[in-house]
């Protein structure tokens, strides 16, 4: 079955980095695009991010565009979150989630999450 296992998670302090992994298995990697999704404490779920299958186009929330980098390896089956000049509003639990197709088109499977904090 279709595992998307996040870690990385932690405490940051403003202006820091941290970077995220997601492990995927149960499924084609390669074939499907991926994102990244967080939710702040209180608030609703908020889109990160998102990759096609082959790598080759990348969106970003205006909220974290010039300060995260999403990437994938294919042949590690592995989604990446490079978060550099951490905010405190950055401050949620991120989840991995797999995409409908290989590019834009919903999500189906969702990680448990990892959590990040940004305080000083």
């Known amino acids: 079955q279709v595992q998307l296992v996040e870690s990385g998670g932690g405490l940051a302090q403003p202006g820091g980095s941290l970077r995220l992994s997601c492990a995927a298995s149960?499924?084609?990697?390669?074939?499907?695009?991926m994102n990244w999704v967080r939710q702040a404490p209180g608030k609703g779920l908020e889109w990160v991010a998102d990759?096609?299958?082959?790598?080759?186009?990348?969106f970003y929330a205006d909220s974290v565009k010039g300060r995260f980098t999403i990437s994938r390896d294919n042949t590690k089956n592995t989604l990446y979150l490079q978060m550099n000049s951490l905010k405190p509003d950055d401050t949620a639990l991120y989840y991995c989630t797999k995409g409908r197709d290989y590019a834009r088109g919903g999500m189906d499977y969702w990680g448990e999450g990892t959590l990040v904090t940004v305080s000083s």
């Open positions: 149960g499924f084609t990697f390669s074939a499907y695009a």
């Open positions: 990759i096609w299958s082959d790598g080759t186009d990348i």
